[in-house]
């Protein structure tokens, strides 16, 4: 389970960056575009498991965790940033005996304000500590072709509130492109 829940935190991204002369990787002055897709879906992984125990005409969906981020280098360690993040998982079967659909989802939106900690000098990697918190919205929602039942969403918002930190590391092929790998705990898009 520990091996599940570290592959689960981790997400490859492409970076983009806005120096074109350095010494190391990343200095004052650079910003940063990061466009992410997370894997393993670990909503997706417990929602498969759950219904892999002889439910027929059941589907799982997942899209995400996805997203962006950005960031601005205010020295040549320090960078303050902006992550938005999207996920969602759903589970739509059919009753067997009215033949009625129904569908539940859980969709779930972040944004953060970020702050990284830059600690290499390399020219061509860049690895980084981050810590993030911000707003966390998640939603249970009920959809139906039941007459009888009239479709509704639930806000899971008791504590809207989302926290973030993780390790990671750019390796810029150019001066402006490069790829990102990162092993975070928290709320990213979850």
Known sequence: MKKILLIA???SAVSFSTMSVKAQAVEQGTMIVDAFYGFPDLYGSVLE??????????????LGPLGGKFEYLVSDKVGIGLIIGYASNSVTWQDPISSYDYK????????????????????SFDPYWMLGAGYASSSFNIETTDPSYSEASISLNVLPVALRTALGGRYFFTDNLGANLEIGFGSGAL
């Open 9 to 11: 935190a981790l997400v």
């Open 104 to 123: 539940v989802s859980l969709p779930r939106i972040r944004g953060m304000v970020a702050f990284n900690l830059h600690f290499g000098s390399s020219d």
């Open 49 to 62: 498991a759950a219904t892999a125990s002889g439910v027929t005409g059941t589907e799982i969906g997942s």
